[in-house]
């Protein structure tokens, strides 16, 4: 039990971490890093998901769609990022996402 606990901990943390580092990307406009900025948010989601932490993951969403939502550069980003995590979790979903890439505009 002492291992969950502190491997819980330990995922709050990180989690915390992330948040402030993708702020700090996102709020100076560091354009160059928006692309590791966009993989640890989807690798954080995939953690919180993992943790059963849904409703912590779609507040984050949240908070960096009203953010974020005149940084088109970060936007494209976080979409390549999500889409290259599901691709890598999930290879047999590829032509399902190619779908949904013709029909989102």
Same mark, same amino acid.
């Given at each position: 039990?002492?291992?969950?606990?502190?491997?819980?901990?330990?995922?709050?943390?990180?989690i915390a971490?992330?948040?402030?580092?993708?702020?700090?990307?996102?709020?100076?406009?560091? #354009?160059?890093?928006?692309?590791?900025?966009?993989?640890? +948010?989807?690798? $954080?989601? &995939?953690?919180?998901?993992?943790?059963?932490?849904?409703?912590?993951?779609?507040?984050?969403?949240t908070?960096?769609?009203?953010?974020?939502?005149?940084?088109?550069?970060f936007?494209?980003?976080? #979409?390549e990022?999500?889409?290259m995590?599901?691709?890598? +979790?999930?290879? $047999?979903? &590829?032509?399902m996402?190619?779908?949904?890439?013709r029909l989102?505009?």
């Amino acid at each position: 039990m002492k291992n969950a606990i502190t491997g819980l901990r330990d995922c709050d943390w990180w989690i915390a971490e992330v948040k402030t580092r993708v702020d700090t990307i996102v709020g100076n406009q560091h #354009r160059g890093s928006y692309g590791k900025a966009a993989m640890l +948010l989807s690798a $954080l989601a &995939e953690v919180q998901a993992v943790h059963g932490r849904s409703d912590e993951t779609q507040a984050l969403r949240t908070h960096f769609q009203q953010k974020c939502s005149r940084l088109l550069a970060f936007r494209r980003e976080l #979409r390549e990022a999500l889409k290259m995590l599901i691709l890598a +979790l999930f290879p $047999l979903l &590829e032509p399902m996402i190619k779908v949904c890439a013709r029909l989102t505009p």
